[in-house]
């Protein structure tokens, strides 16, 4: 096979897998997510048929199937200060070696992920004064 054409295959495999991975994972949530609904439709029309309270549904499957939780979660900034960390140092270590190895030019894109790690450190650094200055708001 001519190696041109086969150099065509790896980048359209490449995409037609990576979109085809992510539509099989939406379909097989979206059918989990409608069989659990059936099954708890199923069981609660038995229970009324019975003349039973229908069973209530629980706090955690109601999260499970889409609901946004009301309460806010506590200690937010550690998880966003490891991320902007990991990104920063990424950032600059890509930056240095690929200014290093000769890319001058395409050195300055290593540093989009150091931006974003400098967002995320910013952005811990906020919710830690709002967790420390409001504590009776978190849960």
Same mark, same amino acid.
């Given at each position: 096979m001519n190696? @041109?054409?086969?150099a065509m295959f790896i980048p359209i495999t490449a995409i037609t897998l990576g979109i085809g991975i992510g539509a099989l994972s939406v379909?097989?949530?979206?059918?989990?997510? @409608?069989?659990?609904?059936?099954?708890?439709?199923?069981?609660r029309l038995i229970a009324l048929e019975k003349g039973v309270p229908p069973p209530d549904i629980s706090p955690g499957l109601v999260g499970f199937l889409g609901n946004k939780p009301t309460v806010i979660p506590k200690y937010l900034w550690p998880r966003a200060m490891r991320t902007g960390l990991a990104l920063l140092l990424i950032g600059v270590v890509c930056f240095l070696g690929i200014l290093k190895a000769g890319g001058d030019e395409g050195a300055i894109f290593a540093l989009v992920p150091a931006a974003i790690g400098i967002a995320n450190l910013v952005y811990a650094g906020v919710m830690w004064r709002q967790e420390k200055s409001e504590p009776s708001k978190l849960a």
């Open positions: 190696p @041109a054409v086969l379909w097989t949530e979206h059918k989990r997510k @409608a069989q659990l609904l059936e099954q708890l439709h199923k069981e």
